[in-house]
């Protein structure tokens, strides 16, 4: 399964944000967990939005949002801070959730 994280700050919380990314202090990803990403995208209007994907096994999906969660919370306080942590199954899996499969 992949968790699917989104993220996003205004152009002027950029240095404060890049900061908190590259501090020590940030938690250390578990290795149950394969992150590819931060991937980064960003406009002078709009702003800075990042993208993650997280893979792990399904049955680390609770212990994978936990760490998430708290990973995102070294951010609180910055400036206009927004982020999104969504579960993605396997079409494979969802079947079976829903007993086709």
């Known amino acids: ?9 205004p152009p002027e919380s950029a240095k404060e944000m890049a900061k908190i990314f590259l ?8 290795e149950f967990i394969d992150r590819k990403g931060p991937y980064v995208n960003a406009t002078i209007s709009d702003g800075v939005f990042l993208t993650a994907f997280w893979e792990l ?3 680390k999906l609770a212990e994978a949002m936990d760490f998430i969660g708290n990973y995102y919370a070294t951010f609180f306080g ?3 801070f927004k982020y999104e942590i969504k579960p993605f199954f ?11 499969g």
């Open 1 to 9: 399964m992949v968790i699917i994280s989104s993220l996003s700050f």
């Open 23 to 30: 501090s020590p202090a940030l938690p250390k990803i578990p």
């Open 78 to 80: 910055v400036q206009g």
């Open 57 to 59: 096994e399904n049955s």
């Open 90 to 100: 396997h079409v494979e899996e969802a079947l079976k959730m829903i007993g086709m």
